[in-house]
């Protein structure tokens, strides 16, 4: 067979569903395993009447996410599910995506973000004192949730939300992005056929738009750009459909910017709890750079060594940990047809993991990350997707990580409870096993 005359051969098969029951409990082996044998090939993955093409190197990644970008585009398979909950702005494709995009990105730029970086300091200082009990056990997860919700929707979609409608949001973002986990094993199975958690995930949805709709009206009856619901809502003044598209842009973004967060900083304590001397490293800066006082954005370019932390954190876990494409027409990639209609499926979790491009790649290893360190492909390190369709949010991701690591790490030092290793979940994004819990005490008593 050939694509424009050019011959190509076809993608060896791997038998993916055979993996899948090996790894029931933690699916997320499974593709590791694939991801082993392919070894930079691209395969395709058999799972039954659905065989997805699995790309993990990044000439590959580079070829999908940017050279021939508009031909793979955010359907199918994971994207399908959640289309109810992320509607068509700026986590879409096409001429919304387009749209969105304009409209957004002024606010996710690294200056624009640096403007906030103060007033998100005072909240996540405000929030730790809040929701940290010393001395107690915590579930991590529902820690980190209960400072980055509240923060981003200060920050973002105005001061005037009640804290009653925060503690809403929180909870149904979390069901919706978890529901519906089983149709990325299942994508085969027709969105009209009920599956478990599509009942749950529908009442997430009735929550969150509960809450969103009235914020929007109250924006636009108010009038001015104080907030970023009143931006959206001047900038699509008079469309048709306005309110939906501002309610896709407000979920969407609010989705990102706290599952992100709340994803990555809940691996960061079993990671520090796993890994002694890299922990102390952490401590000594925060102690010296911080001391026991609230973070402030001046303290936030001398945490060197807890940025390093951060960017090695992504880089074994991170959150967006797959992301599968639809191909509108046939292509061919390194001499493979692939054909249209076919899904696609890259993984920032497996590439970073490829020995061929990363040094003990599965070692834990800030330093990795210092200054003039090792130069790598492009493509072979992408945690926030890459391409015309990059998270727009990376500098905010990075800002407020910082702010709450060494918030909570100026005061406290976690004792994890439980032993053994701590893996990732089936999810859309890369989440811990639930029940993940944390005592933490005075860092002066540590």
């Known amino acids: 067979m050939s694509v424009a005359g050019v011959p190509t051969r076809q993608a060896r098969t791997l038998p993916f569903v055979r993996s899948l029951a090996r790894h029931?409990?933690?699916?997320?082996?499974?593709?590791?395993?694939?991801?082993?044998?392919?070894s930079g090939e691209l395969v395709r993955l058999n799972m039954g009447p659905f065989r997805p093409y699995l790309i993990t190197h990044p000439d590959h990644v580079q070829h999908v996410l940017k050279t021939n970008q508009p031909n793979y585009i955010r359907a199918g398979m994971f994207w399908d599910p959640l289309?109810?909950?992320?509607?068509?702005?700026?986590?879409?494709?096409?001429?919304?995506?387009?749209?969105?995009?304009?409209?957004?990105?002024?606010?996710?730029?690294?200056?624009?973000?640096?403007?906030?970086?103060?007033?998100?300091?005072?909240?996540?200082?405000?929030?730790?004192?809040?929701?940290?009990?010393?001395?107690?056990?915590?579930?991590?997860a529902e820690v980190m949730s209960a400072v980055i919700h509240p923060t981003i929707v200060r920050l973002f979609l105005g001061a005037t939300i009640s804290d009653a409608d925060i503690d809403r949001l929180a909870p149904a973002y979390d069901t919706g992005v978890t529901a519906r986990s089983i149709r990325l094993l299942l994508p085969f199975v027709p969105q009209r056929f009920p599956l478990p958690g599509d009942g749950a995930f529908k009442n997430a949805i009735r929550t969150i738009d509960d809450v969103v709709y009235p914020r929007i009206h109250y924006a636009r009856a108010r009038g001015g750009d104080a907030d970023l619901v009143s931006r959206l809502c001047r900038?699509?003044?008079g469309e048709p459909g306005a309110d939906r598209l501002i309610r896709d842009d407000m979920v969407a973004i609010h989705g990102a910017a706290t599952e992100t967060s709340v994803t990555a900083l809940t691996w960061v304590w079993p990671v520090l709890d796993a890994h002694p001397a890299i922990a102390a490293k952490v401590y000594e800066?925060?102690?010296?750079?911080?001391?026991?006082?609230?973070?402030?954005?001046a303290?936030?370019?001398?945490?060197?060594?807890?940025?390093?932390?951060?960017?090695?954190?992504?880089?074994?876990?991170?959150?967006?940990?797959?992301?599968?494409?639809?191909?509108?027409?046939?292509?061919?990639?390194?001499?493979?047809?692939?054909?249209?209609?076919?899904?696609?499926?890259?993984?920032?979790?497996?590439?970073?993991?490829?020995?061929e491009f990363w040094d003990r790649p599965l070692e834990f290893d800030p330093e990795r990350f210092a200054a003039g360190g090792a130069n790598r492909h492009r493509y072979a390190y992408f945690p926030f997707a890459?391409?015309?369709?990059?998270?727009?949010?990376?500098?905010?991701?990075?800002?407020?990580?910082?702010?709450?690591?060494?918030?909570?790490?100026?005061?406290?030092?976690?004792?994890?409870?439980?032993?053994?290793?701590?893996?990732?979940?089936?999810?859309?994004?890369?989440?811990?096993?639930?029940?993940?819990?944390?005592?933490?005490?005075?860092?002066?008593?540590?």
């Open 24 to 38: 029931a409990r933690t699916p997320v082996h499974a593709f590791e395993e694939a991801s082993a044998q392919a």
């Open 83 to 140: 289309a109810p909950l992320l509607g068509q702005g700026i986590l879409s494709d096409g001429e919304g995506w387009a749209a969105s995009r304009k409209i957004l990105q002024p606010v996710f730029t690294a200056r624009y973000v640096n403007s906030l970086t103060e007033s998100m300091a005072g909240i996540v200082t405000e929030l730790i004192d809040a929701v940290v009990a010393p001395g107690r056990p915590l579930d991590i």
């Open 235 to 237: 900038a699509r003044e």
């Open 285 to 297: 800066e925060i102690d010296r750079v911080v001391g026991r006082g609230p973070v402030t954005m």
């Open 299 to 355: 303290h936030l370019a001398e945490l060197t060594y807890l940025r390093m932390f951060v960017d090695e954190l992504v880089r074994l876990y991170p959150p967006g940990w797959i992301l599968p494409r639809t191909v509108v027409r046939t292509d061919e990639i390194d001499g493979v047809e692939v054909a249209a209609g076919s899904t696609v499926v890259l993984s920032p979790f497996l590439t970073h993991r490829l020995p």
């Open 386 to 446: 890459a391409g015309p369709h990059v998270c727009l949010g990376p500098h905010l991701f990075l800002m407020e990580a910082l702010l709450v690591i060494a918030g909570i790490l100026a005061k406290y030092r976690p004792v994890l409870h439980g032993s053994g290793p701590v893996t990732p979940r089936l999810a859309s994004t890369l989440r811990p096993a639930t029940g993940l819990t944390m005592t933490l005490v005075p860092a002066s008593r540590a």
